[in-house]
Each structure stands twice: as C-alpha cells, then as structure tokens.
C-alpha cells in the first residue's frame, strides 16, 4: 500500500506539473492532466501511462529495432533528470536517439511495456515502478555522462536507504517516450 501511495504521489507531481515537456508538447495543455488520466499498461508489472499523443503509424513488435527520443527522470530527486536522448549530440550538433531491439530484455521492461504498446509518431509519460526499472547498472539506457550515471545508481541501489526500507521508492522512475521509428526484423 505504501508503494501505491508514493506512486500515486510521483503521478501527481508529474502529471501536474507537466516537468520536461519543452520538446515533446505545448505548455498550454500541461494544466489539463489529473492522476486519473494515467492508465496501467496491460502485462507492464504496473507501469503507469500518460498519452501525450497518439501516433499514427505502425505498432513494433518483439525483434524489431525501435528508434525513440527520451526525457528520463527519478522521481526520488524530486523530478531530477538524470539523461534525455535531445542531450546527446552528433557531429552536427543533432540530437541522436536511442535504438533497441524490442524484446532483447537490453532496455529496462518498464521501457520495453511502454514502446510495445505505442505506435509511430506518438508520445507517452510513463511511472515506471521499481520492479519495472534499473535491477543493475548495465541495462539501458545508461546515462553517457559519469556523473549523471553514478547519482542515478547511488539512488537507486543506495544500501543506507534500502536498509532503512526506503527500497520501494527508490528506483521509480518516470520517462517521457517518442516512439520516432521502427526496422521490421
């Protein structure tokens, strides 16, 4: 019970305040989202949803390679972003997004429910419980960034606070998702 009572709390911060949306949506319809419009993604280990749009293309299925821009935030760190694909840079200066193969088990499942679900051209938040996130330091995706990726961990696996049962909230985290692409296999 207590975990669905800090779940339901990560849901209102980022449901209400709308954290992270400067590339994926206007600000004038952030005011406009409750905790209700989350939904449980079937078969997801109680991922949450958020439709921020709905695409208009091909659904991917298992083996296929998936092209997706990402915003990921702990909500422990009180919303801190600890990696966004638009972070990282090519040669050109472009943001360069992150690919997968869906159902390689490479990505965190929490990712993996949200992208199977999706279709092209659409945009989800996502509350991604602990059981659903990070379970070691080399699943994806790992921030590039030495800094960002030891916070994120000594959140997450934090032995103090996991003694002291804080455990059950550590490691939720919160992904806004594009599903920009997908390779049949």
């Known amino acids: 019970m207590a975990v669905y009572v800090r779940l339901r709390r990560a849901l209102s911060l980022f449901a209400i305040t709308g954290i992270g949306l400067s590339n ?23 991922v949450k949803a958020l439709e921020l749009r709905i695409g208009d293309g091909e659904t991917p299925l298992n083996g296929d390679k998936v092209i997706i821009h990402y915003y990921g935030r702990l909500a422990a760190k009180q919303g801190w972003r600890f990696d966004s694909t638009y972070d990282h840079k090519d040669e050109n200066g472009e943001p360069v997004p992150f690919e997968f193969v869906l159902g390689s088990g490479k990505v965190i499942s929490g990712i993996e429910s949200a992208v199977r679900s999706m279709k092209v051209g659409g945009i989800r938040r996502v509350v991604i419980p602990p059981s659903e996130g990070y379970q070691n330091t080399s699943q994806e995706p790992i921030p590039p960034n030495f800094f960002d990726r030891h916070r994120l961990f000594t959140t997450i696996f934090n032995p103090t606070r996991l003694a002291n049962g804080e455990g059950s909230t550590l490691g939720i985290i919160i992904f806004d998702i594009e599903l920009l692409s997908l390779r049949r296999h």
Do not use: A, E, Q
Request: proline share 4%; glycine share 14%; net charge negative.
């Open 24 to 46: 994926f949506g206007s600000s004038s319809s952030i005011c406009s989202w409750s905790v209700s419009d989350f939904v449980d993604l079937p078969n997801s280990g109680g």
